[in-house]
């Protein structure tokens, strides 16, 4: 959904690494959420729901500025 709003955005091929990236990075912060979550519901070790929390509130601060950053350079749509 993101990558066809940004097509719609950008005439030119030359900002298609930047898309690209960006949108790889929104995906690849989203997922590390989801591990998280998954390791937080299905860990018995103590340490690792630590963990597990401590890297789902982290991310999602890190998605977060990721995607006020984005927001404020560009009009790129990313899906965080």
């Known amino acids: 959904m993101a990558e066809e709003q940004n097509e719609e955005k950008f005439d030119t091929k030359d900002l298609d690494y930047d898309i ?9 912060g989203i997922l ?6 998954l390791a937080l519901t299905k ?9 597990a ?3 789902i509130d982290d991310r999602t601060k890190a998605n ?5 950053s984005l927001s404020n350079m560009s009009k790129l749509t990313i899906s965080i």
């Open 20 to 28: 690209e990236f960006a949108v790889s990075a929104a995906d690849a």
């Open 43 to 51: 860990a018995t070790n103590s340490i690792v729901k630590q963990f």
């Open 32 to 37: 590390e959420v989801q591990v998280g979550t």
């Open 64 to 68: 977060e500025q990721f995607k006020a």
């Open 53 to 55: 929390q401590t890297m």
